[in-house]
T-cell receptor, first 117, second 110 residues
Framework: GAVVSQHPSRVICKSGTSVKIECRSLDFQATTMFWYRQFPKKSLMLMATSNEGSKATYEQGVEKDKFLINHASLTLSTLTVTSAHPEDSSFYIC?????????????FGPGTRLTVL | EDKVVQSPLSLVVHEGDTVTLNCSYEVTNFRSLLWYKQEKKAPTFLFMLTSSGIEKKSGRLSSILDKKELFSILNITATQTGDSAIYLCAVEGNTDKLIFGTGTRLQVFP
C-alpha cells in the first residue's frame, strides 16, 4: 500500500515554544491530507483537512491560530503547534488519501508524540 | 450529527477464542465503513465495506456490513496474542472525512 511518513516521531518541548510536524506522502500525490489527534486510550479526533494550495478546513473547536496547517505541495503538509502548552501533549497522526488506490482509502502516518513540559 | 459507536469498549480473551466486534453508525449520505487495527502507532487498514451483505475476508479476520440496520461486525477467529490491539471503525459520509468510533481494545492472552 501507499506510504505516509511523519517527522519527528517524538518531540519534547518547553511550554511556549512552537513545534512543527511534517507529513509526507512518499509514493503518491495527495491533494488532501488530514490531521488527527489522539489522547491516551481514546479514538482519533479529526482536527483539520489540509488542501494543497488552499486554506485548511478546521473542525469545530479546533483553534486555527493555534494549530497552523500548510499544505505546500502535493506530497507535504505541515502542522505547527504554536505556543505549545502541556494540554497540547498528545499523539498527532496525519493521513493522506491515495486517489489512485484500489479503495481510495486513507493511509496513516506513524504518528508524532508531542510532550510539552 | 454523524456518530460511530463501537462495542464492547474492551475485550479480554484467551488464544484460540473467536471474537466479534460491533460498530453502529449514523451518518449523512453513507459512502463506506472502514475497519483499522491500531497497535502502538498509527492505524493500519483492514477492510473497506460499501455494500450490504457482502463479507470481506482476510485470513482469520472477516467483516460484514448491514446498511439497513446501520451496523457492521468484525470477526476474528482462532485469536492469537498478535491480535491484541485497538480496533477502530470509521465511517465516511458525503465529505472526505472519516468519523471514528471510540475503538475496541482487544487483549488476547496465551
Amino acid at each position: 500500500g501507499a506510504v505516509v511518513s511523519q517527522h519527528p516521531s517524538r518531540v519534547i518541548c518547553k511550554s511556549g515554544t512552537s513545534v512543527k510536524i511534517e507529513c509526507r506522502s512518499l509514493d503518491f500525490q495527495a491533494t488532501t491530507m488530514f490531521w488527527y489527534r489522539q489522547f491516551p486510550k481514546k479514538s482519533l479526533m479529526l482536527m483539520a483537512t489540509s488542501n494543497e494550495g488552499s486554506k485548511a478546513t478546521y473542525e469545530q473547536g479546533v483553534e486555527k491560530d493555534k494549530f497552523l496547517i500548510n499544505h505546500a505541495s502535493l506530497t507535504l503538509s505541515t502542522l505547527t503547534v504554536t505556543s505549545a502548552h502541556p494540554e497540547d501533549s498528545s499523539f498527532y497522526i496525519c493521513s493522506a488519501r491515495d486517489p489512485s488506490g484500489a479503495y481510495n482509502e486513507q493511509f496513516f502516518g506513524p504518528g508524532t508524540r508531542l510532550t510539552v513540559l | 450529527e454523524d456518530k460511530v459507536v463501537q462495542s464492547p469498549l474492551s475485550l479480554v480473551v484467551h488464544e484460540g477464542d473467536t471474537v466479534t466486534l460491533n460498530c453502529s453508525y449514523e451518518v449523512t449520505n453513507f459512502r463506506s465503513l472502514l475497519w483499522y487495527k491500531q497497535e502502538k502507532k498509527a492505524p493500519t487498514f483492514l477492510f473497506m465495506l460499501t455494500s450490504s451483505g457482502i463479507e470481506k475476508k482476510s485470513g482469520r479476520l472477516s467483516s460484514i456490513l448491514d446498511k439497513k440496520e446501520l451496523f457492521s461486525i468484525l470477526n476474528i477467529t482462532a485469536t492469537q496474542t498478535g491480535d491484541s490491539a485497538i480496533y477502530l471503525c470509521a465511517v465516511e459520509g458525503n465529505t472526505d472525512k472519516l468519523i471514528f468510533g471510540t475503538g475496541t481494545r482487544l487483549q488476547v492472552f496465551p
